[in-house]
């Protein structure tokens, strides 16, 4: 039986990130939770998403994964180095690839980053531009208003585009030429976030740098998906189940299946 790629997110966000791993593994399968009940993650407190994130951890690990990407920027910057710790399989994060892919783009060294309040507030990928350029300015910008209007998808409306501007507006006077989407639900938000910040600066998404850290790491471990049988896909959320599979189909440009999850969720333990 093939074994899957896990992916997480705190709602529909993380499909940005899922799209991508279709688009360069297309053999692949990949199993989904989004926690769309309890989304946004970002005003949430430090042990909420480390619960969260460990009881969706020990849900997905029923199906067997190969791997799992933690594609939630928040759960990422918060949980990713725990959710380690407690499983044996490779888990990957949003954050490392989106700061790797930023330094290439960057021409002046001066970064702006946007993303919910926990991320922001974590200073994850601050840490982790500096770590692999200590020169790099860093410019943050906490965006609470945008995860909601993914989530019930009104990425498309005048009520997005003026959250976007209104949101942007304290990055329009720096000096940036490279702006972070430090959340994996922005990318639905990308024409909107464009037009205010206009074409100097270059918008990183992580999703295409996460998706080449996937498949270096399961190439390395000889588990790379051969071909043959066309991958079946399987997608789960914890609210409702038709918005959620309307913007996956959307987004994705397929028709899939997700199921609502309803359970009583257990922690992990450690090893």
């Not at 200073?123 to 909601?148: D, S």
């Not at 507006?169 to 909107?192: E, K, M, R, V, W």
Request: with cysteine.
């Amino acid at each position: 039986m093939r074994q899957a790629i896990a992916i997480l997110d705190s709602g529909v966000g993380g499909l940005t990130v899922a799209k991508e791993v279709m688009r360069q593994l297309p053999q692949e399968e990949i199993v989904y939770f989004g926690d769309t009940d309890r989304a946004p993650y970002g005003p949430r407190a430090t042990d909420e998403v480390l619960e969260f994130t460990e009881q969706i951890v020990s849900y997905l690990l029923h199906f067997k994964p190969k791997m799992i990407i933690i594609a939630c920027n928040t759960a990422t910057a918060i949980a990713l180095q725990h959710i380690r710790s407690l499983v044996d399989i490779p888990v990957v994060g949003v954050v490392q690839p989106g700061a790797r892919a930023a330094i290439k783009k960057t021409r002046n060294g001066s970064i702006g980053v946007i993303g919910t309040e926990n991320t922001i507030r974590s200073g994850a990928y601050q840490h982790a531009l500096q770590a692999l350029n200590p020169h790099i300015r860093v410019v943050g910008l906490a965006c609470p208003r945008l995860v909601p209007i993914v989530e019930r998808r009104l990425y498309r409306t005048d009520e997005a585009k003026e959250a976007v501007s209104q949101s942007l507006q304290p990055l329009l006077n720096t000096t940036i030429d490279s702006l972070i989407l430090g959340c994996t639900h922005y990318p639905f938000l990308s024409s909107a976030i464009a037009e205010v910040v206009g074409p100097r600066v270059s918008m990183i998404s992580s999703a295409d740098e996460t998706a080449r850290e996937v498949s270096a790491i399961l190439h390395h471990r000889g588990q790379l998906a051969r071909s043959g049988k066309i991958p079946i896909h399987r997608f789960f959320c914890s609210g409702d189940p038709n918005t959620f599979q309307a913007i996956a189909q959307e987004w994705l440009g397929e028709q899939i299946k997700v199921s609502p999850v309803f359970w009583q969720m257990t922690r992990l333990s450690g090893n």
